[in-house]
């Protein structure tokens, strides 16, 4: 954990300041990111329900979080901010903001945020791995 001084950069427990313990958590998913956006299914009701690939993926993406951290309680319940390495299988284009809606989706899901509008600010950076698809996510407070 990594701790924030306060604004006289003094060490607090000597001078009788106080500080805060920031959040920070580093995750990877490994394998290729399905888009969320598209893989809905939405009924004549107007029920929405994943697709059964979409599903299995985010299932396997909340199980690899959770082996690396795991939690009972949100971790982040107020903003924070993201960095995101998204290495892709193949060279195919991709809809990012669907992916993005995918990465939200499972951080939520995994309890690793209480609610993806909470990832105010992001850093975002793609490239290609054939050998090697993953997405690095590393979260903190603001």
């Not at 924030?4 to 958590?25: E, Q």
């Not at 993406?61 to 390495?85: D, G, H, N």
């Not at 939520?108 to 509008?117: G, I, K, Q, T």
């Amino acid at each position: 954990m990594n701790a924030k001084m306060d604004s006289s950069n003094r060490n607090p427990a000597v001078h009788g300041g106080s500080f805060k313990i920031i959040n920070r958590v580093r995750i990877v998913i490994q394998g290729q990111v399905r888009g969320g956006k598209n893989n809905m299914i939405v009924t004549q009701e107007g029920l929405h329900f994943p697709r059964p690939t979409f599903r299995r993926w985010r299932d396997d993406a909340v199980m690899q979080i959770f082996t690396q951290y795991y939690t009972a309680t949100p971790v982040f319940t107020e903003p924070c901010s993201a960095r995101i390495l998204y290495m892709a299988g193949d060279r195919r284009k991709r809809d990012i903001p669907a992916v993005m809606d995918a990465i939200w989706h499972v951080l939520e899901r995994a309890l690793l945020v209480a609610d993806d509008s909470l990832i105010r600010n992001v850093e975002w950076r793609s490239a290609y791995d054939k050998a090697e698809p993953r997405v690095e996510i590393e979260l903190w407070e603001e």
